[in-house]
């Protein structure tokens, strides 16, 4: 089902099921007066439980918009009614249906917040599947479940808290890590600290502010990607805060776009 809809100037966007054994609804929004750079499968944040295609409208649209990359965004089912692996495999479905649409072109997978953390797990599951990814792209993405790390105590006031986090994961994922597979035997991880390596794994283009809670994750992956030999573009873009993507004078699309558009690790 299609439903093409177009808004501004340089923006067009439809909304489409994909096919499958659970129709996945998903919205796409295509670049205008430029060519097609790519595609970029993309999760939106929302602790894993909140959030849908539609509130990140703007945000996707502006990526789009900027990057010059066609953007599907994508509806996937929330926590808890349906835990790990139920947003990660629908991830993977709208991948494999960008895949088919590619035709050549560049194809990458991305996210904010908890969708960044899905965004990863999916390009660990395309690595272990032989599904060539241009880039991963994730914009300040928790991905330890404790929420362990020194940035997560700096700023009692600071969002999100670690123990409203830790309640979110435990909602998502459960009380402890619980091996999880798809139909093909691929392991589908909650967090990439579940994968016993990182290598070989897409090209990662992350951004956090240097202020944000979940800063030490995003850096932590970034080092333990570098080890491993993956290319790794680690942005700081000043004063973005911890869901940065939905500011509209926000300054996180921008880097991203850019990042897109020439600067791919």
Same mark, same amino acid.
């Given at each position: 089902?299609?439903?093409?809809?177009?808004?501004? @100037?340089?923006?067009?966007?439809?909304?489409?099921?994909?096919?499958?054994?659970?129709?996945?609804?998903?919205?796409?929004?295509?670049?205008?007066?430029?060519? %097609?750079?790519?595609?970029?499968?993309?999760?939106?944040?929302?602790?894993?439980?909140?959030?849908?295609?539609? %509130?990140?409208? *703007?945000?996707?649209?502006?990526?789009?918009?900027?990057?010059?990359?066609?953007?599907?965004?994508?509806?996937?089912?929330?926590?808890?009614?349906?835990?790990?692996?139920?947003?990660?495999?629908?991830?993977?479905?709208?991948?494999?249906?960008?895949?088919?649409?590619?035709?050549?072109?560049?194809?990458?997978?991305?996210?904010?917040?908890?969708?960044?953390?899905?965004?990863?797990?999916?390009?660990?599951?395309?690595?272990?599947?032989?599904?060539?990814?241009?880039?991963?792209?994730?914009?300040?993405?928790?991905?330890?479940?404790?929420?362990?790390?020194?940035?997560?105590?700096?700023?009692?006031?600071?969002?999100?808290?670690?123990?409203?986090?830790?309640?979110?994961?435990?909602?998502?994922?459960?009380?402890? %890590?619980?091996?999880?597979?798809?139909?093909?035997?691929?392991?589908?991880?909650?967090?990439?600290? @579940?994968?016993?390596?990182?290598?070989?794994?897409?090209?990662?283009?992350?951004?956090?502010?240097?202020?944000?809670?979940?800063?030490?994750?995003?850096?932590?992956?970034?080092?333990?990607?570098?080890?491993?030999?993956?290319?790794?573009?680690?942005?700081?873009?000043?004063?973005?805060?911890?869901?940065?993507?939905?500011?509209? +004078?926000?300054?996180?699309? *921008?880097?991203?776009?850019?990042?897109?558009?020439? +600067?791919?690790?």
């Amino acid at each position: 089902m299609v439903m093409p809809m177009t808004t501004g @100037e340089r923006r067009s966007w439809s909304r489409l099921v994909l096919p499958g054994a659970r129709p996945l609804p998903v919205q796409v929004y295509r670049p205008q007066d430029r060519p %097609e750079a790519g595609l970029l499968v993309w999760a939106h944040g929302g602790s894993w439980q909140h959030g849908s295609a539609a %509130e990140w409208h *703007h945000a996707t649209a502006a990526l789009a918009a900027h990057s010059g990359w066609s953007v599907i965004s994508v509806d996937y089912r929330l926590a808890p009614r349906h835990r790990h692996p139920s947003a990660v495999r629908d991830v993977l479905t709208a991948l494999a249906w960008a895949r088919d649409q590619a035709a050549g072109s560049p194809l990458a997978v991305g996210g904010d917040s908890a969708g960044g953390t899905l965004a990863a797990c999916a390009a660990l599951a395309a690595r272990d599947r032989g599904l060539p990814l241009a880039a991963q792209v994730l914009a300040y993405p928790p991905l330890d479940p404790t929420c362990g790390s020194p940035s997560y105590h700096r700023s009692p006031s600071a969002y999100p808290q670690a123990s409203v986090l830790r309640q979110a994961w435990r909602a998502w994922r459960g009380t402890g %890590e619980s091996a999880a597979y798809d139909h093909d035997g691929t392991r589908l991880y909650s967090t990439p600290w @579940e994968a016993p390596s990182l290598a070989g794994v897409a090209p990662a283009v992350l951004a956090v502010g240097r202020d944000d809670p979940v800063h030490d994750d995003v850096v932590t992956y970034a080092h333990r990607l570098r080890r491993v030999g993956v290319p790794v573009r680690l942005l700081h873009p000043p004063g973005a805060a911890h869901g940065d993507i939905l500011r509209p +004078d926000g300054p996180l699309i *921008h880097h991203l776009a850019r990042a897109l558009r020439k +600067d791919l690790p």
